[in-house]
Protein backbone atom coordinates (compact mmCIF):
# COMPACT_ATOMS: atom_id res chain seq x y z
CA UNK A 1 0.00 0.00 0.00
CA UNK A 2 3.12 2.88 1.06
CA UNK A 3 4.36 4.09 -2.08
CA UNK A 4 8.15 3.32 -2.66
CA UNK A 5 9.24 6.47 -1.38
CA UNK A 6 7.78 6.21 1.62
CA UNK A 7 8.69 3.06 2.05
CA UNK A 8 12.11 3.95 1.47
CA UNK A 9 11.90 6.53 3.94
CA UNK A 10 10.52 4.00 6.64
CA UNK A 11 13.36 2.06 6.14
CA UNK A 12 16.00 4.88 5.86
CA UNK A 13 14.40 6.07 9.40
CA UNK A 14 14.23 2.34 11.05
CA UNK A 15 18.32 2.80 10.48
CA UNK A 16 18.36 5.45 12.77
CA UNK A 17 17.71 3.11 15.74
CA UNK A 18 14.83 3.21 18.80
CA UNK A 19 13.17 6.63 19.18
CA UNK A 20 13.66 8.34 22.57
CA UNK A 21 9.89 8.67 23.93
CA UNK A 22 8.15 10.45 26.67
CA UNK A 23 4.99 8.98 28.22
CA UNK A 24 2.69 11.27 29.68
CA UNK A 25 -0.82 10.20 31.81
CA UNK A 26 -3.38 13.34 32.25
CA UNK A 27 -5.24 11.78 35.01
CA UNK A 28 -7.00 13.33 38.37
CA UNK A 29 -7.50 9.51 39.51
CA UNK A 30 -5.13 7.52 37.83
CA UNK A 31 -1.78 5.99 39.46
CA UNK A 32 1.43 4.12 38.30
CA UNK A 33 -0.24 0.68 39.29
CA UNK A 34 -4.20 1.78 37.78
CA UNK A 35 -2.29 3.41 34.38
CA UNK A 36 -3.60 0.89 32.10
CA UNK A 37 -3.11 3.26 28.94
CA UNK A 38 -0.14 4.11 29.73
CA UNK A 39 1.09 0.53 30.47
CA UNK A 40 -0.25 0.05 27.25
CA UNK A 41 1.63 2.64 25.75
CA UNK A 42 4.71 1.80 27.06
CA UNK A 43 4.25 -2.02 25.87
CA UNK A 44 3.64 -0.96 21.91
CA UNK A 45 6.68 0.80 22.11
CA UNK A 46 9.18 -1.46 23.46
CA UNK A 47 7.75 -3.70 20.98
CA UNK A 48 8.90 -1.70 18.39
CA UNK A 49 12.54 -1.41 20.04
CA UNK A 50 11.56 2.20 21.44
CA UNK A 51 12.77 3.63 24.39
CA UNK A 52 10.54 5.36 27.16
CA UNK A 53 12.97 8.17 29.12
CA UNK A 54 10.78 9.79 30.79
CA UNK A 55 7.07 9.10 32.12
CA UNK A 56 4.65 10.75 34.82
CA UNK A 57 1.05 11.42 35.71
CA UNK A 58 0.02 14.87 36.12
CA UNK A 59 -3.40 16.61 36.94
CA UNK A 60 -5.74 17.74 34.49
CA UNK A 61 -4.79 21.42 34.75
CA UNK A 62 -2.78 22.95 31.51
CA UNK A 63 -0.48 25.23 33.08
CA UNK A 64 1.01 21.47 34.41
CA UNK A 65 0.75 20.16 31.47
CA UNK A 66 2.21 22.68 29.72
CA UNK A 67 5.03 23.32 32.05
CA UNK A 68 5.23 19.38 32.18
CA UNK A 69 6.27 19.09 28.23
CA UNK A 70 8.60 22.32 28.57
CA UNK A 71 10.38 20.32 31.19
CA UNK A 72 10.38 17.26 29.03
CA UNK A 73 12.43 18.86 26.10
CA UNK A 74 14.71 20.88 28.24
CA UNK A 75 15.77 17.65 30.36
CA UNK A 76 15.54 14.73 28.89
CA UNK A 77 16.59 13.52 25.08
CA UNK A 78 12.59 12.23 24.14
CA UNK A 79 11.97 12.89 20.27
CA UNK A 80 8.23 12.01 20.99
CA UNK A 81 5.71 13.04 23.49
CA UNK A 82 2.56 11.13 23.85
CA UNK A 83 0.28 11.97 26.07
CA UNK A 84 -3.21 10.17 26.91
CA UNK A 85 -6.15 11.62 28.71
CA UNK A 86 -7.99 14.77 29.09
CA UNK A 87 -9.03 15.27 25.27
CA UNK A 88 -12.92 14.84 25.48
CA UNK A 89 -15.05 17.75 25.94
CA UNK A 90 -15.83 17.74 29.78
CA UNK A 91 -14.77 20.39 31.70
CA UNK A 92 -11.57 18.71 33.47
CA UNK A 93 -10.27 17.83 29.95
CA UNK A 94 -7.98 20.87 29.11
CA UNK A 95 -5.09 18.74 27.71
CA UNK A 96 -6.28 19.60 23.90
CA UNK A 97 -6.56 23.29 25.18
CA UNK A 98 -2.96 23.24 27.04
CA UNK A 99 -1.16 21.31 24.15
CA UNK A 100 -2.42 23.51 21.34
CA UNK A 101 -1.34 26.80 22.18
CA UNK A 102 2.03 25.10 22.14
CA UNK A 103 1.96 23.46 18.87
CA UNK A 104 3.91 25.22 15.95
CA UNK A 105 3.18 22.75 13.59
CA UNK A 106 -0.21 20.50 13.33
CA UNK A 107 -0.70 17.00 12.10
CA UNK A 108 -4.44 17.36 11.70
CA UNK A 109 -4.55 13.71 10.21
CA UNK A 110 -3.86 12.30 13.29
CA UNK A 111 -6.79 13.29 14.44
CA UNK A 112 -8.86 12.85 11.51
CA UNK A 113 -7.58 9.58 11.34
CA UNK A 114 -8.39 8.49 14.73
CA UNK A 115 -11.76 9.65 14.84
CA UNK A 116 -12.57 8.28 11.48
CA UNK A 117 -11.20 5.03 13.24
CA UNK A 118 -13.14 5.63 16.21
CA UNK A 119 -16.34 5.69 14.52
CA UNK A 120 -15.92 2.23 13.13
CA UNK A 121 -15.71 0.88 16.44
CA UNK A 122 -18.28 3.27 18.78
CA UNK A 123 -19.95 4.98 16.03
CA UNK A 124 -20.89 8.71 16.15
CA UNK A 125 -19.47 9.35 20.13
CA UNK A 126 -16.00 9.54 18.42
CA UNK A 127 -16.43 13.13 17.57
CA UNK A 128 -15.87 13.48 21.26
CA UNK A 129 -12.52 12.69 21.27
CA UNK A 130 -10.10 15.81 20.67
CA UNK A 131 -7.03 14.18 19.76
CA UNK A 132 -4.32 15.97 18.33
CA UNK A 133 -0.98 16.17 16.89
CA UNK A 134 1.97 18.09 16.22
CA UNK A 135 5.31 19.84 16.66
CA UNK A 136 6.75 21.59 19.81
CA UNK A 137 10.48 22.70 19.38
CA UNK A 138 11.52 20.16 17.05
CA UNK A 139 9.76 17.38 19.19
CA UNK A 140 6.73 15.39 17.92
CA UNK A 141 3.24 15.25 20.31
CA UNK A 142 0.84 12.73 19.97
CA UNK A 143 -2.37 13.17 22.23
CA UNK A 144 -4.88 10.44 22.78
CA UNK A 145 -7.65 9.92 25.23
CA UNK A 146 -7.43 8.26 28.48
CA UNK A 147 -9.29 4.79 27.70
CA UNK A 148 -7.20 1.92 27.04
CA UNK A 149 -9.01 0.70 23.92
CA UNK A 150 -8.51 4.10 22.50
CA UNK A 151 -4.81 3.90 23.58
CA UNK A 152 -4.40 0.83 21.54
CA UNK A 153 -5.93 2.02 18.44
CA UNK A 154 -4.04 5.12 17.88
CA UNK A 155 -0.64 3.11 18.86
CA UNK A 156 -1.37 0.07 16.64
CA UNK A 157 -2.75 1.77 13.88
CA UNK A 158 -1.03 4.99 13.34
CA UNK A 159 1.61 5.85 15.36
CA UNK A 160 3.22 2.98 16.19
CA UNK A 161 3.55 1.64 12.51
CA UNK A 162 4.94 5.52 11.19
CA UNK A 163 6.76 6.64 14.51
CA UNK A 164 10.61 6.05 13.19
CA UNK A 165 9.32 7.96 9.95
CA UNK A 166 8.05 10.82 11.60
CA UNK A 167 10.89 11.27 13.87
CA UNK A 168 13.58 11.04 11.27
CA UNK A 169 11.60 13.39 9.28
CA UNK A 170 12.29 16.46 12.04
CA UNK A 171 15.95 16.07 11.58
CA UNK A 172 16.88 14.93 7.92
Known amino acids: MASESTQQHRETAAEKGPVACALLTVSDTRTPETDTSGAAIRERLEARGHTVVFYRIVRDEPDQIAALIDQIIDETEARVILTNGGTGIAPRDTTYDALTRKLEKT ?7 FRMLSFDEIGPAAILSRAVAGVYRHRLIFSM ?6 VKLA ?3 IIAPELSHLAWELTR
Open 107 to 113: LPGFGEI
Open 145 to 150: PGSSNA
Open 155 to 157: MDR
